[in-house]
Every structure is written in C-alpha cells, then in structure tokens.
T-cell receptor, first 113, second 114 residues
Framework: GDSVTQMEGPVTLSEEAFLTINCTYT??????LFWYVQYPGEGLQLLLK?????DKGSNKGFEATYRKETTSFHLEKGSVQVSDSAVYFC????????????FGKGTRLSVIA | EPEVTQTPSHQVTQMGQEVILRCVPI?????FYWYRQILGQKVEFLVS????????KSEIFDDQFSVERPDGSNFTLKIRSTKLEDSAMYFC????????????FGDGTRLSIL
C-alpha cells in the first residue's frame, strides 16, 4: 500500500540554522504531497503542498520540491526560529475525491535560542 | 479564514461508556474525515464521508464506531463502548471539491479513557 517515511526525530537546532527533514514515499498512483505542522497543543495545519513532479511548495520560509525520480519531498528552511518548534508531518494522497491522507510518523523539531 | 472546529477539546470518559465527538466542517466543504493520533504515534485514518454516507473506512473503524451528519453543519464520531486503547487525539478534517484541494484539520479532541 501507499506509505510515507520520514526521518526519525527529535531534531534539535540552534536558531538560524538550516533545516532539512527528509521524506520519501511509495505510492501506487500519482500522489499529491503535503507537509502539515502541529504546534504544541494545537491541531494539524497545512504548511505546503505540491501536486505534480518538480513542483515546489513554499510557505513561511519553508520549501519542499516534489521529486518523482527519487520519490522524495524533503522539507527545508534556510534559517529556523524558535517559533518553528513543532512536529512536522509529511503526507500524501493518491487520486482526488474522498481518498484519505497517508501520514508519516512525524518529526519533532526543537529550535533553541 | 474558515476553520474546522471540534468540541470538546478534552473528553474524559469511563471505560465502557459511549462518547460523541463533534465537528463543524468548513461550510462549503463536502468531504469529511476522522483521523486519530495515539500519543507519540502517527496520524491514522479512521473514516471518510461524502454525500451522507461512508466512503471508506480503515480496520480501526470497527462496529464500535459510527459517524453521522445529523444536520447541515455538524459531523459526529460516536464510540459506542469505549476501551482504554481508544485514548487518543481525534482529528476531524474537511475538504472542498475541485482538484488537489487539501484537507483542513480541526484542533482535535483529546479523548482519555479511564
């Protein structure tokens, strides 16, 4: 079946460091890819998305590029802030309609001042 | 910006009791979902709902679970006889029509079974 694999956390970085959270996927069809973020005590918020190969999703300084050849959708940010501390989930959905999201296990990021 | 709202934010229930988790999806959305997240684990799909019926359900969604859209705005998840292992965060999500629309999530209901 479809699946998402994320790098294990937790990830601890100093403020202004460069962030990469790896995400790879397997899918039977042509998926759309997403990053969701969960801040402490809150729900899941869509951070960015990409729907076809070579698309780059971006939001709040975060970026991820849909790489079909490597089946990857790595999340990057050039300079993290303390407020970026959260759990980040990579997810995919194959086809449109009512298909459910398939999530990775999540990666906890802690940014220290 | 429109939001998915869930109530209550925290529910504590005795094992064996029935519990109803409530969700108000975004008003013009037509696809609805429930997911759960056991503490420290991944977010798992429970059920999807469209056009007043279940579209898909996972193995987790057994006979103890049911969903309902009792009126034009609410979308509920009922657990008939709760078990300790039902303790989790339950997320409701909704999605609009149109290609590649993302699912929008509520803040979740933390369910604690004693």
């Amino acid at each position: 079946g479809d699946s998402v694999t994320q790098m294990e956390g937790p990830v601890t970085l100093s403020e202004e460091a460069f962030l990469t959270i790896n995400c790879t996927y397997t899918a039977t069809g042509y998926p759309s890819l997403f990053w969701y973020v969960q801040y402490p005590g809150e729900g899941l918020q869509l951070l960015l998305k990409a729907t076809k190969a070579d698309d780059k999703g971006s939001n709040k300084g975060f970026e991820a590029t849909y790489r079909k050849e490597t089946t990857s959708f790595h999340l990057e940010k050039g300079s993290v802030q303390v407020s970026d501390s959260a759990v980040y989930f990579c997810a995919l959905v194959v086809s449109s309609g009512n298909t459910p999201l398939v999530f990775g296990k999540g990666t906890r990021l802690s940014v220290i001042a | 910006e429109p939001e998915v709202t869930q109530t209550p934010s925290h529910q504590v229930t005795q094992m064996g009791q029935e519990v109803i988790l409530r969700c108000v999806p975004i008003s013009n959305h037509l696809y609805f979902y429930w997911y759960r997240q056991i503490l420290g684990q991944k977010v798992e799909f429970l059920v999807s709902f469209y056009n007043n019926e279940i579209s898909e359900k996972s193995e987790i969604f057994d006979d103890q679970f049911s969903v309902e859209r009792p009126d034009g705005s609410n979308f509920t998840l009922k657990i008939r006889s709760t078990k300790l292992e039902d303790s989790a965060m339950y997320f409701c999500a909704s999605k609009g029509t149109g290609n590649n629309q993302p699912q929008h999530f509520g803040d979740g209901t933390r369910l604690s079974i004693l």
